[in-house]
């Protein structure tokens, strides 16, 4: 079996991860638009860890933290492009990514109740798209009594309930194993 390793996005190169978060022409652009990567000099041979580094090195904090910030949405929308065939638009990159961490700086330092509102107003649930299904999940640790709880929900794209299952397990999870729980028993 052949294995197509170009780079989806040119079709010119190898998709290392060094292509595909720094050196593909789309990117570039996007490297151009920011003056804190201008006096970052990539050697032809430096691994992505070694590009980090030396950003980390050069950088002031926040630069650094945008940066990491938008080569996340870069592998978003590459994946994006790759799996559900979306546009990579670049041009979105660097407003998300200014956006996100806004954003996340203000959820850490706002209170309790502002939190509640903030959440409800961005986290609006959106139906699937036609002929798919949605599942939700939801748990949460009673770690003094050693039990989980999950909550499971699946939808439709008209938001019709099909299965839902709440679900008091004991066990002693971390925080991780029991999202994953909630999402195998939904499966
Ligand atoms: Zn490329």
Redesign the pocket.
């Given at each position: 079996m052949q294995i197509n390793v170009s780079?989806?996005?040119?079709?010119?190169?190898p998709?290392t991860i060094v292509?595909?978060l720094w050196?593909?022409?789309?990117i570039k652009g996007l490297r151009s638009a920011c003056d804190f990567l201008m006096n970052i000099k990539v050697a032809k041979n430096m691994q992505f860890l070694d590009i980090m580094i030396l950003c980390i090195s050069i950088m002031r904090t926040e630069e650094f933290e945008l940066l990491c910030m938008m080569l996340w949405r870069v592998w978003f929308c590459h994946n994006g492009m790759i799996h559900d065939s979306k546009l990579f638009d670049v041009s979105e990159v660097m407003p998300w990514a200014t956006s996100y961490i806004v954003e996340f700086k203000r959820a850490n330092t706002m209170d309790v109740r502002e939190a509640g509102k903030w959440h409800k107003q961005l986290w609006k649930w959106c139906p699937p798209i036609a002929d798919k299904f949605k599942m939700n999940t939801y748990a949460a640790i009673q770690s003094e009594v050693g039990r989980v709880g999950v909550w499971i929900i699946i939808r439709d794209s008209t938001g019709n309930v099909l299965a839902s299952s709440a679900q008091n397990i004991k066990a002693e999870f971390s925080p991780t194993i029991a999202v994953a729980v909630a999402l195998l028993r939904g499966l």
């Open positions: 780079c989806p996005i040119c079709g010119k190169h998709e292509h595909a050196s593909c022409y789309n």
